[in-house]
């Protein structure tokens, strides 16, 4: 099997000739967009042979630092952001790029960060009052929210509409593969479900729907520590990611919750993957192989490893899957 056709084998969770495997992490700011986004990922590729590639999309979002917000109620001076806009086209062009030079020989695919996340970075950049943290932005969000609800909802209505326009683009002019939605907010501590139902879920799947027909597969990564599962289990997406180490459900019960899923995952992103030693990272890719199973299986952390990981401890997990 080549890796287009190995990939595709575990979203169909039909036999495969090994356990495909994929990792990422965040460049530094001057990879952003571009060209240089382009020639970083292509040569990162190139240096790991991973089976998948997954983008990442740090090039921005155009109310991100320039929105200003004094009181909840200003949320009501969001304006659409249009898919001509630089950070949209600068992220596209280098999509294009990357698929231009290895989109034959293995699966693309773009970073969604959902509408919810795109309103914490907007507060945390707001140019009245930027915050520190996102536990901050987080506790301002639901204060604006229980203040303001329709300034604020009609707000991520129009984040989410760009970003269905905008990932549906990526699909089109740049000819990816597949979506990778980070679908952000799911924490037990953080919303009630009621809550989540209301404030965060309507506008991803507003995103998500978007992209039923576009999108070869969307890959849902359930971001969080202490996630309610739950919440995603009719989100329509064809591949879950998630870190079980987290304080979540193992990866054969969420398997099960969301009804027999293809899993990514299975390595903790601040383990043995990253610090060592091999002998542990051995051991926990065996685990789970063991727990996993090799249909409808790719083996990859729980979510983004740290910028300066080596890129040998990929390269060493990938070559543990070698039949």
Not at 124 to 142: I, Y
Not at 241 to 257: F, P, R, T
Not at 290 to 316: H, K, Q, W
Request: proline share 6%; with cysteine; glycine share 8%.
């Amino acid at each position: 099997m080549n890796k287009i056709e190995r990939v595709r084998a575990v979203l169909r969770q039909e036999e495969v000739d090994r356990v495909p495997a994929g990792f990422w992490f965040h460049f530094p700011p001057e990879y952003r967009g571009g060209e240089a986004m382009a020639q970083k990922h292509i040569a990162y590729y190139r240096a790991t042979d991973l089976d998948i590639l997954k983008v990442m999309n740090d090039t921005g979002y155009a109310p991100i630092g320039t929105l200003r917000l004094s009181r909840p109620e200003d949320w009501r001076r969001l304006e659409p952001t249009p898919l001509s806009d630089p950070l949209f086209r600068s992220h596209i062009e280098g999509l294009q790029r990357i698929v231009e030079a290895v989109g034959r020989e293995v699966l693309i695919m773009t970073t969604a960060f959902n509408p919810y996340h795109q309103a914490l970075a907007i507060l945390r950049a707001n140019p009245e009052r930027p915050l520190a943290s996102q536990e901050e932005a987080r506790e301002v969000w639901r204060h604006h929210l229980r203040a303001a609800p329709e300034a604020v909802l009609g707000a991520m209505q129009i984040i989410a509409e760009d970003m269905a326009q905008f990932f549906r683009a990526c699909l089109r002019e740049a000819g990816i593969n597949g979506i990778y939605f980070s679908a952000q907010g799911g924490e037990r501590h953080f919303l009630s479900a009621e809550e989540h139902a209301r404030w965060i879920k309507p506008f991803d799947l507003h995103v998500l729907r978007a992209l039923q027909g576009e999108a070869e597969f969307v890959v849902g990564h359930f971001c969080g520590r202490g996630i309610a599962l739950e919440r995603f289990v009719d989100y329509p997406v064809q591949l879950a990611n998630w870190a079980y180490q987290a304080d979540n459900l193992a990866l054969s019960a969420g398997k099960a919750l969301l009804g027999g899923l293809p899993i990514l995952g299975g390595l903790d992103e601040r383990g043995p993957l990253v610090y060592g030693p091999r002998e542990a990272l051995r051991a926990e890719v065996e685990r789970a192989l063991a727990e996993m199973g090799t249909r409808g299986f790719m083996l990859g952390a729980g979510c983004t490893v740290p910028s300066d990981i080596d890129l040998a401890n990929l390269i060493y997990a990938r070559s543990l899957l070698a039949r």
